[in-house]
């Protein structure tokens, strides 16, 4: 009896990692081996970035916060410390797009800040 390989199911496996790596240069992009290792070594980079853009994003939050706290004659530690005393709860994403967009409205929130 013929040893049976699964030739539809590997193939497509094959086929799979292949189309993944599609748009790599050299024999990354065809050779299955090197497509192989290529394209987990990415799914490896994806996977971390995808959290790592998560605390990008909240140091450019930071970092806008605290350009408009200093307009404002404060810097952002005493700025989130003084919302902390004042039992203000507004998130660091909220407050950076007040601090861009609508800095009047930044302003009130450190002068209620720095009241209490």
């Known amino acids: 009896m013929p040893r049976a390989t699964q030739r539809v199911p590997s193939r497509a496996r094959r086929k799979k990692i292949i189309a993944a ?20 070594r990415a799914r490896q980079f994806s996977y971390r970035d995808r959290r790592d853009k998560k605390g990008e994003a909240r140091r450019l939050w930071i970092v806008r916060i605290n350009a408009g706290a200093r307009l404002c004659g404060l810097s952002y530690s005493r700025l989130i410390a003084a ?8 998130d660091r994403k ?4 007040l601090a861009v967009s609508d800095f009047a409205a930044f302003q009130k929130i450190t002068e209620v800040a720095k009241a209490a």
């Open 21 to 40: 790596a599609s748009g790599y240069f050299g024999r990354k992009k065809n050779v299955f081996k090197l497509a192989k290792m290529a394209v987990d």
């Open 83 to 90: 919302l902390n005393k004042a039992s203000i709860e507004i």
């Open 94 to 97: 909220i407050l950076a797009d």
